[in-house]
């Protein structure tokens, strides 16, 4: 069966620090890969999502960047946090095409 | 732009009733249609996908969808305590691909 890692399950950054969150599948090959921010009370925004190894698609432009370096593991990175980056930060995992996506356990992120 | 729209709730059902979520959608061109639910501080978990119209059943659960309407529903038969949580709605967009737009999501609470 599939299964999504993602880690850590909580961070706690200053303003200006850099970010990587890292996410994993295991269990299938060439998935659709997805990163996704919740803040607090709202809906879920997709940030960024890939079809295949080293192609991402950018949803909303900010100081996120994501990348794919092999076929299971989804990189999101920032090199200076601002405070508006905090919240809830959850992984999917779909297979190629219009089927559901599956979350990971996802990364509450805090800037102070 | 695309959207898709839940009422916030809370929606409020006594233990063992029937609770009716539901959620439109503006893209007349969408073709699957997902419900999630997502306990407080969790991650959100698939529960029901839709494709076709009329009703699909699983479990205590039933999708309802009505493509000319643009709308999509969730029935939770016996709604139990356990079943307290928000429920997203979630539509590909037209042409299918690889993204979901989710809606805000209806938080649902089962009363004893």
């Known amino acids: 069966s599939q299964t999504i890692h993602q880690w850590p399950a909580t961070l706690v950054q200053p303003v200006g620090s850099p970010l990587s969150l890292e996410c994993t599948v295991e269990g299938t090959s060439n998935p659709n890969l997805y990163w996704y921010r919740q803040a607090a009370g709202r809906g879920l925004q997709l940030l960024f999502y890939s079809v295949g190894i080293g192609q991402i698609s950018s949803e909303v432009p900010q100081n996120l960047s994501a990348s794919r370096p092999q076929d299971r593991q989804f990189i999101l990175s920032s090199k200076k946090l601002l405070l508006s980056d905090s919240g809830f930060y959850l992984c999917?995992?779909?297979?190629?095409?219009?089927?559901?996506?599956?979350f990971g356990d996802g990364t509450r992120l805090s800037i102070l | 732009q695309k959207e898709v729209e839940q009422n916030s709730g809370p929606l409020s059902v006594p233990e063992g009733a029937i609770a009716s979520l539901n959620c439109t959608y503006s893209d007349r061109g969408s073709q699957s249609f997902f419900w999630y639910r997502q306990y407080s501080g969790k991650s959100p978990e698939l529960i029901m996908f839709?494709?076709?119209?009329g009703d699909k059943e699983d479990g205590r659960f039933t999708a309802q969808l009505n493509k000319a309407s643009q709308y999509v529903s969730l029935l939770i038969r016996d709604s139990q305590p356990s079943d307290s949580a928000t429920y997203l709605c979630?539509?590909?967009?037209?042409?299918?691909?690889?993204?979901?737009?989710f809606g805000t999501g209806t938080q649902l609470k089962v009363e004893l």
């Open positions: 839709i494709y076709s119209n």
């Open positions: 999917a995992w779909s297979v190629q095409g219009d089927q559901p996506q599956h």
């Open positions: 979630a539509v590909t967009p037209t042409g299918g691909g690889n993204k979901l737009t």
